[in-house]
């Protein structure tokens, strides 16, 4: 089981930037893809951004594509989300995400059923 924690939550004004990390630690795969979620206060989670730690292959949302960018550290098992722009839309739990890379992965990266380790999750607070 792979454990993931992120860092890097905390508070920024509308169109700031905030950089999250997640680490992995335990068993890892070269075929593995991690990624990140959000859920606002009485919303539901929705997918942000993945990438694979094979290829770099990142997928996003369109709500925060050319906005928010995933890059990974493969010697740190680190992936990090650049958030930049920030708007209160954007305010949430974050939660990293991480699972075996598979063939339908690719077809819907944005699926929670492509992740079977969670992180904790870290606060994002936007102020106007």
């Known amino acids: 089981q792979v454990q993931l924690v992120e860092s890097g939550g905390g508070s920024a004004q509308a169109g700031g930037s905030l950089r999250l990390s997640c680490a992995a630690s335990?068993?890892?795969?070269?075929?593995?893809?991690m990624g990140w979620f959000r859920q606002a206060p009485g919303k539901d989670r929705e997918f942000v951004a993945s990438?694979?730690?094979?290829?770099?292959?990142?997928y996003y949302a369109s709500s925060v594509e050319g906005r928010f960018t995933l890059s990974r550290d493969n010697d740190k098992n680190t992936v990090y989300l650049q958030m930049n722009n920030l708007s209160a839309e954007d305010a949430a739990v974050y939660y990293c995400?991480?699972?075996?890379?598979?063939?339908?992965?690719?077809?819907?990266?944005?699926?929670?059923?492509?992740?079977?380790?969670w992180g904790p999750g870290t606060q994002v607070t936007v102020s106007s």
């Open positions: 995400a991480g699972g075996t890379t598979v063939r339908d992965y690719y077809r819907s990266p944005y699926s929670e059923s492509h992740y079977d380790s």
């Open positions: 335990g068993r890892t795969f070269s075929s593995y893809h």
């Open positions: 990438i694979t730690w094979s290829n770099g292959a990142a």
